[in-house]
């Protein structure tokens, strides 16, 4: 089962939970490296020699400042040392997709610079989860009850995928910093309360988009294999 229908089945397990808090993002960084592992004899064989640490909620730093990240793998024998070779931040949009895409864009293009300023060959990704439902009411208590303007969703939504499928992806270590090497746009149906479901219709990312789940990790994957195996 790929990592998206597993997120979605995590969903289920956890209805009402708050997107905020940081266990969805956990489990989905679960997910991942359970992907990239499978995908990439090259990244399974370091981990499990623990010469490569896949790390939950590392505080990544740079020459100026720390970043909390959702993913990364770092190489373990240059402890103290916190050296990521790849990492992968998790963004979701709820509800008010108008306001919030534009906040997520600037804190991907932010999280990419400061990656790369941590280290210019690192592999950055980046998931960014969508929902459709107009019926979804933020668990936290200042949400409880408000209105929401009427508004075509299903355009939004296309929207919304469309503002993340037009960031550029870095293929060199020379390129710009504000720029991801691979990023996914996994879209759900999810009211806060009725079960999730993993939308696959022309709303979601297809197989021939770069955002697309696949394509991210092989683009992942590639790019690892292409600037530390080779």
Not at 12 to 23: D, E, I
Request: hydrophobic share 40%.
């Amino acid at each position: 089962m790929r990592a998206p229908q597993r997120y979605v089945d995590w969903i289920n397990a956890h209805l009402g939970f708050n997107p905020r808090a940081q266990k969805n993002s956990d489990a989905l960084s679960d997910f991942i490296v359970d992907y990239l592992c499978a995908a990439s004899s090259a990244i399974e064989r370091l981990v499990r020699s623990e010469e490569l640490a896949p790390l939950k909620n590392a505080s990544v730093s740079t020459s100026v400042t720390v970043r909390n990240v959702d993913l990364v793998f770092y190489e373990k024998h240059l402890l103290p040392k916190l050296s990521v070779r790849v990492s992968v931040e998790h963004k979701i949009l709820m509800t008010a997709h108008g306001k919030a895409r534009k906040n997520r864009y600037g804190d991907i293009i932010a999280y990419c610079n400061h990656m790369h300023n941590h280290r210019r060959d690192c592999v950055v990704g980046a998931t960014v989860v969508i929902n459709t439902s107009p019926l979804y009411e933020n668990p936290d208590a200042f949400a409880r009850g408000l209105e929401r303007k009427t508004f075509k969703m299903e355009k939004v939504v296309k929207d919304t995928v469309r503002v993340f499928e037009g960031i550029p992806l870095r293929e060199s270590s020379e390129e710009p910093n504000d720029q991801p090497e691979a990023l996914t746009v996994i879209v759900v149906n999810y009211d806060g309360v009725h079960p999730a479901s993993l939308v696959a219709s022309e709303l979601a990312p297809q197989k021939t988009s770069h955002v697309h789940y696949d394509n991210f990790i092989t683009q992942l994957v590639a790019t690892y294999e292409r600037r530390f195996c080779e």
